[in-house]
């Protein structure tokens, strides 16, 4: 069996910078990082929670799947993220069950992680990401 680890929970929000300053101010954290992703259509930035990350999202466009969701629901809960070791082995594990996948292959997500995402209505309406972290320090 797999060993899956809480990575982040993602919200969705219209404004970034307001996001932050509200998140800030109520929470007195600062985000570790901070970049654009544009394969993914946000820029996103994480915040540090005891062993795991919020991160923020905000969509580059309307018609980004974060464009849409925010259109559609309003800001909010937008998926959880679950680390793993060996995505490919998590992918082939999901599928070999029966898992409605959406990523069959991992791309690049932030932090040049390997990311795949498994279908909301496999599990509770919820969007699951699974999340390998690429080691830091590593000459591969």
């Excluded at 062993?51 to 974060?66: F, T, Y």
């Excluded at 509770?124 to 690429?134: F, K, P």
């Amino acid at each position: 069996m797999f060993a899956y680890n809480l990575d982040h929970v993602a919200i969705a929000v219209h404004d970034l910078d307001a996001a932050l300053a509200e998140y800030s101010r109520l929470y007195g954290s600062e985000p570790l990082h901070r970049e654009v992703v544009g394969e993914q259509g946000v820029e996103e930035a994480m915040i540090a929670v005891g062993g795991s990350h919020v991160q923020l999202l905000q969509p580059l466009d309307a018609e980004s799947p974060v464009g849409r969701f925010l259109s559609t629901r309003g800001e909010g809960l937008h998926h959880i993220a679950l680390a793993v070791a060996d995505i490919d082995a998590a992918l082939r594990h999901l599928e070999s069950e029966g898992a409605r996948l959406i990523d069959r292959e991992p791309r690049i997500g932030g932090r040049g992680a390997k990311i795949a995402f498994v279908h909301p209505k496999q599990f509770a309406g919820t969007l699951v990401e699974l999340v390998e972290v690429v080691s830091e320090g590593t000459d591969d």
